[in-house]
């Protein structure tokens, strides 16, 4: 196990920002990572857990000890005539897993294709696109308690799953590593289009029998023509969560705003695209030194070139504001920032 000190994090986050940590870990067991969590040196050390960087935003250095995950293995446990079972290790590539279970015949995670990170930080904050949630589709999650070194499992219930949240981003954030988690997908294909960009995409891809495969093409196809590609412009996805409001407070503020786009997500509330109160407000594509709002997609800070995580910080409290002031609406990071 190498413990590397002082390196930069430039090129292990996906907004590409350039701050130390005091020690780096990658570790690839959990008998490695058992093993370092026991080790005197690092007792007392600040500890974080990194998988592909894509949800994150550093605003200094992280003085601690940054633990990489990098566990792999993906097992098919168990399956029946209905769904198929598969344990997969935290440190996989998460599009790399959904291309792995399409090719296996496996459908449920076509909607999520191509969201950058990996797979033990997608039960995190419950990941989702185009109308699915990767809760949909999780038995349980396998996670080691920092302070014990002690493996608990838990299913889906106890990970109290809910948009874009779960109790490891909540109640228990930093607490626990999660190491694996385990998948029940569906041999008998139960197909969500109803974002209209999904039903669209197909159409003009001349799709006439829906497959698994075909609604992940469509998905890639959308996301590439749409998000910037961290790899070109540093960015972790869409940096606000969309805000829930009641359903009485969204009718008094369409009577203000007559094309106010809304979707009703229960009996009481409706949700409302964050991405155009902040478009509305006059924040697509302004840049603020080297950070900015990204010029097709509103709901995306983007680094210009060597933005420091303050600037972005900045900025999102920027617009944090000025949608307070103009709608009276509070909208909250989804991206964590340390
Ligand atoms: P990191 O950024 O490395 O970590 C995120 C958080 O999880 C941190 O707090 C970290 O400490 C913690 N963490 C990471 N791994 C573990 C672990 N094994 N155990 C415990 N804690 C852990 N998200 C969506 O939901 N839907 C989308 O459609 C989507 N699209 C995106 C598009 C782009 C271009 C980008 C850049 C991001 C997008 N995201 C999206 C956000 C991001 O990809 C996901 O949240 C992803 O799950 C983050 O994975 P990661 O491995 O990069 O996590
Ligand atoms: P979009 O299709 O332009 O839609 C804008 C917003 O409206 C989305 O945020 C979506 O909410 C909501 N929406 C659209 N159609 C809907 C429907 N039929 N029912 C309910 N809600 C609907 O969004 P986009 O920015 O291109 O993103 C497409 C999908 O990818 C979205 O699901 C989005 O969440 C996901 N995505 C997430 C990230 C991230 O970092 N978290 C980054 C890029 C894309 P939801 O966001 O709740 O789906």
């Given amino acids: 196990m190498k413990i590397d000190k002082d390196i930069s994090l430039k090129l292990f986050n996906t907004f590409g920002i350039d701050v130390l940590t005091k020690y780096f870990c990658s570790l690839t067991t959990i008998e490695e990572l058992q093993q370092l969590l026991i080790e005197p040196k690092y007792a007392a050390e600040e500890k974080l857990v990194l998988g592909g960087g894509s949800n994150l935003l550093f605003t200094r250095n992280f003085n601690g000890l940054m633990i990489k995950m990098d566990i792999k293995g993906i097992h098919l446990i168990k399956e029946d005539f209905e769904n198929a079972w ?104 139960n197909y969500n289009i109803h974002y209209g960009a999904i039903r669209d995409t197909l159409k003009e891809m001349g799709v006439s029998q829906l497959t698994s495969r075909a609604i992940s093409n469509a998905v890639i196809k959308i996301r590439q023509s749409k998000l910037p590609d961290p790899s070109q412009i540093g960015n972790a996805g869409s940096f606000f969560k969309n805000p829930v409001m009641t359903n009485e407070k969204f009718i008094a503020l369409k009577k203000g705003y007559s094309n106010l786009p809304g979707y009703q997500i229960s009996d009481k509330e409706t949700k409302i695209p964050a991405g155009w109160l902040i478009e509305q407000s006059g924040w697509k594509g302004v840049k603020f030194g080297n950070a900015g709002v990204h010029e097709k997609q509103a709901l995306v800070l983007v680094n210009h070139g060597n933005a420091n995580g303050k600037e972005i910080k900045e900025l999102a409290l920027k617009i944090q504001n000025s949608i307070l002031e103009k709608f009276e609406i509070k909208i909250s990071p989804e991206v964590n920032i340390f």
């Fill in 86 to 189: 598969i344990k997969v290790g935290a440190g996989e590539n998460w599009h790399q897993f959904v291309l792995h279970s399409l090719n296996s015949g496996f459908s449920g995670l076509e909607n999520l294709s191509l969201i950058p990170g990996t797979v033990g930080a997608a039960p995190l904050q419950n990941i989702g696109a185009y109308g699915v949630e990767v809760k949909e589709l999780i038995e349980s999650v396998e996670a080691l308690e920092i302070e014990t070194g002690r493996i608990r499992h838990f299913v889906n219930e106890e990970c109290q799953f809910a948009y874009r949240n779960s109790i490891f981003k909540s109640e228990l954030k930093n607490k626990y590593i999660i190491l694996g988690v385990i998948f029940r997908l569906n041999k008998k294909p």
